[in-house]
């Protein structure tokens, strides 16, 4: 029998006794209404039930001084303690008290003998309880193969389920067994079953038998799954508590074995092996004292325990890194040069800062050395110039990239409270060098990011800091690492993106890119040896012309390093070494210009200065960007209009503003550089200024000259020389102020061909930085004042020029300070 109870509480779950079930009488046409709380009464089944609100006492003793009879109701909302009509389901059970018993605390207990399904059609009143007309509500029967099919499906599941749950009584089966009506064999199982208030009352509201045994099959099926699935689960659970107690018998009855033995066990024997390797290094006194405390922390942990194996991780951390292993500096001068030498080509000036670090070390072995950071564009060799220098000292060499690092546990590792930890990537590489003086170097410390994980460039400070690295504490390990012995070397493409305090705690060492015979050489001494090799050649089978090299660096590669040039050559070799698997090598190749191009087939890069520059309104400037210097073509034309300036490109704030002061120069010394330009030609006409490329963005002020040389040329109709490249800052008085990268400048224009370069006169001496053979090739002009720049870069059309209005005459220079101080002297 279900464990179920009324609205004054839970029935006790007993069964019912048996008592003498009295005949149904009449059904009136109206009953009171007796509501109940999470209990569903079904037809033809005995309902147990405990009253204890006043207004449904008093309903039970009305009905026991009459017909007996009542309406049971299940309430919609069980937390509603005094449900009103709006509260109680339509569909319930009218039924005759069977049973009444007295509680000492004043509340019934009642056996309710169900009887027919009811409706109620309307209320008719609420006190002093509720009463209702009701309407019987018949079961629709059809017997057809189907409902017998149905009804001993039900049983057959129905029994399953009595076998494997508790809380049904045995005697339910033989019950279920003995009804042969499927409406009562399905109001039985409904009854016992425990089910939602909702899923019982549909049950009880579904009049056709068939539809109500189908539901009934559904959820018996999905009790069913429920109940083996839970059965499944406590077998595993009671298997493996089984299986740990048995282990714990069998490890107590090990030890009581190995103890009268002699024997330790294994966790014993690693907790000793870890002592010894922790008392056979030279730790900080803190770092001891931590260490003991985690080993007695280790030893009384069962292997079992979720910690043991953390702690066991860390202390292996603490025993492999080299606490007191350092290795020797080789401070010999000389060989450093050579190796130095050995590996690269030029970089005089790297070279030398490196050797006076080696000789500052040498006289003074305490000295904290500075951090050296290599910055220029890629492929000059900046990764490799810190291997080399690790390789003169004789120290060892980790390399550790950053790029892309948005996570400070990257570099200051994870704390040992998450699954997983570790420590972070400076003590990992230490634990790797195997030495506490390696030298590292971080590549790509520009391209570090910052996010909600934290900011990984304020981390670095702390690394890079020679003052404070004595004292790093990793978060995994949680106690203070030296660091000053080891020597940092970062490299950067741009530090533009590099913080502020970061860069003040580094030496900064500029690397530009190669000339073009500066690429030569390197391309003969180390870049072909190296792909020979790597490609399976030897020296005996393939050699390269230095013709070839120069096509190739000249017409198949465009960059400040070298790293292009040394695939195009591995390009080479690789079907060479094709030839020579084939069988076609007979004799050793050499390498021309010809059968350079034939090879690498059509040249990929060409000079386009004398096409873009052919016409008036275009002249050819130079930019710095952080893959080394490129050249860049501004181009201007007029239109008829309003005046207005029309700026495209993708150009940036800076540079816009420079267009505008070049173009108010250019306006309000119209009349003395071109005295045949109509006094309303600006007003009438728009100008527009493109700087091609516009899918890159372009930003700077070293464009100013060469947008007013543009717009010169433009208004003048004379043309800017093809061989012509310029950069400098102007201004509003057209002075040409100074600018940066020069060298990277010099460098894009030789490797276009260009043959002068007009710059500020204040950056003449970072001429000096030049190779001379680059200076020898380039004729370098330094100015003072825009109109020395139209001076050197216009030429006098050979046809007449297309523009709106073109005046042949040459444009006057604008008179300087400093030419009229040379014309008073010249009087």
């Known amino acids: 029998m279900i464990e179920i109870g009324g609205d004054g509480g839970a029935g006790d779950g007993t069964g019912a006794p048996q008592v003498e079930i009295p005949a149904q009488p009449t059904l009136p046409p109206g009953l009171p209404v007796l509501p109940l709380r999470e209990t569903v009464p079904f037809p033809d089944t005995l309902t147990p039930l405990a009253v204890g609100q006043e207004r449904s006492i008093r309903l039970v003793n009305d ?55 009811v409706r109620i059609t309307r209320w008719v009143r609420q006190e002093p309880y509720l009463f209702a007309e009701i309407e019987e509500a018949p079961d629709v029967v059809e017997d057809t193969p189907e409902l017998q099919a149905l009804l001993h499906n039900v049983r057959r599941t129905f029994t399953e389920i009595v076998e494997q749950v508790p809380y049904l009584p045995e005697e339910l089966q033989l019950a279920v067994a003995n009804v042969d009506d499927p409406s009562a064999l399905s109001h039985l199982i409904a009854g016992a079953l425990r089910l939602k208030t909702g899923e019982k009352q549909e049950l009880l509201e579904e009049v056709d038998v068939a539809r ?50 002699g024997e330790t066990d294994e966790v014993q024997a690693e907790v000793d092996e870890l002592r010894e390797q922790l008392d056979a290094i030279e730790l900080p006194e803190e770092v001891r004292r931590q260490a003991d405390r ?10 079992a325990a979720a910690e043991h194996g953390v702690i066991r991780a860390y202390l292996e951390w603490i025993a492999s ?180 305090p970061l860069q003040d705690r580094m030496e900064v060492i500029q690397l530009a890119g190669y000339t073009e015979e500066e690429k030569l050489q390197i391309a003969r001494r180390y870049l072909v ?51 020579a698997a084939e069988g076609k090598l007979t004799r050793r190749v050499t390498i021309s210009e010809k059968r350079a191009r034939e090879l690498l087939g059509k040249r990929r890069f060409f000079s386009e200065t004398r096409r873009r520059t052919s016409q008036p309104g275009v002249a050819t400037g130079l930019a710095w960007t952080p893959a080394g210097g490129d050249v860049l073509f501004v181009e201007a034309t007029a239109m008829p209009g309003s005046g207005q300036l029309i700026l495209t490109g993708q150009l940036g704030d800076v540079m816009r503003e420079s267009a505008q002061a070049a173009l108010s120069h250019v306006r309000s010394h119209a009349a003395e550089l071109a005295p045949e330009l109509p006094e309303d030609w600006f007003a009438k006409h728009d100008l ?33 020389r093809d061989d012509v490249a310029m950069t400098g800052e102007l201004t509003l008085t057209g002075q040409v102020l100074p600018i940066g990268g020069l060298k990277e400048k010099a460098l894009a224009a030789q490797r276009n061909g260009i043959r002068c370069v007009i710059a500020p006169r204040l950056n003449e001496q970072d001429a000096d930085d030049i190779p001379e ?21 216009l030429e006098e059309p050979v046809a007449p020029a297309r523009v709106a209005r073109a005046p042949r005459r040459r444009p006057r220079r604008t008179a300087t300070p400093e030419r009229k101080a040379a014309r008073g002297r010249g009087g």
């Open 321 to 500: 890194l080299p606490w007191d292993k350092q290795t020797e500096d080789n401070l010999d001068l000389v060989h450093a040069r050579e190796v130095l030498d050995e590996d690269h080509y030029d970089i005089e000036a790297v070279k030398d800062r490196i050797v006076e670090f080696l000789a500052v070390r040498k006289l003074n072995p305490q000295a904290r050395g500075s951090i050296l950071c290599f910055v220029g564009p890629p492929g000059v060799g900046k990764t490799s110039l810190g291997r080399s220098i690790a390789r003169a000292l004789g120290r060892k060499f980790e390399r550790i990239s950053v790029g892309g690092v948005r996570d400070e546990a990257e570099i200051r590792g994870h704390r040992r409270t998450y699954i997983g930890a570790m420590p972070g990537t400076i003590i990992r590489a230490l634990r790797d060098a195997g030495a506490r003086n390696p030298l590292f170097m971080i590549d790509e410390i520009d391209k570090m990011g910052a996010d909600f994980r934290g900011d990984p460039a304020s981390a670095m400070l702390e690394v890079l800091d020679p003052e404070q690295n004595s004292t790093f504490r990793d978060h995994y390990l949680d106690v203070p690492f030296d660091l000053s012995s080891v020597m940092f070397v970062t490299t950067a493409n741009n530090l533009d993106t590099v913080p502020g």
């Open 63 to 117: 009905a026991l001084g009459g017909s007996r009879m009542l309406t049971m109701v299940a309430s919609r909302s069980p937390e509603v303690e005094t449900p009103a009509p709006d509260d109680l389901y339509d569909v319930g059970v009218a039924g005759t008290i069977a049973r009444m018993l007295r509680a000492p605390d004043g509340t019934l207990r009642l056996l309710v003998q169900g009887g027919q399904r």
């Open 688 to 720: 527009h200024l493109h700087v091609p490329a516009g899918a890159i963005p372009k930003d700077g002020p070293s464009a100013g000259i060469t947008m007013a040389t543009a717009l010169m040329s433009l208004i003048s109709g004379w043309p800017v």
């Open 212 to 261: 109500r045994l189908r539901r009934l099959s559904e959820i018996l099926a999905r009790e069913l799954e429920v109940i083996s699935l839970g059965s499944k689960i406590q077998s595993q659970v009671q298997s493996e508590l089984d299986r740990s107690q048995r282990e714990y018998f069998l490890r107590q009855q090990l030890k009581a074995i190995q103890d009268e033995l």
């Open 773 to 793: 053979h680059l200076r020898s090739e380039i004729d370098f002009r330094f100015v003072d004042h825009i109109g020395e720049v139209f001076a050197i870069a």
């Open 294 to 303: 985690e080993l007695s922390r280790l030893e009384r942990l069962p292997p």
């Open 529 to 579: 040896p190296r792909q020979i090799e790597r490609n399976g050649l030897k020296r005996s089978q393939i050699q390269f012309g230095d013709a070839a090299l120069k096509a190739i660096i000249a017409d198949y590669t465009r960059e400040a390093g070298v790293r292009n040039l040394e695939r195009e050559i591995g390009t080479v070799c690789r079907k060479i070494a094709r030839q």
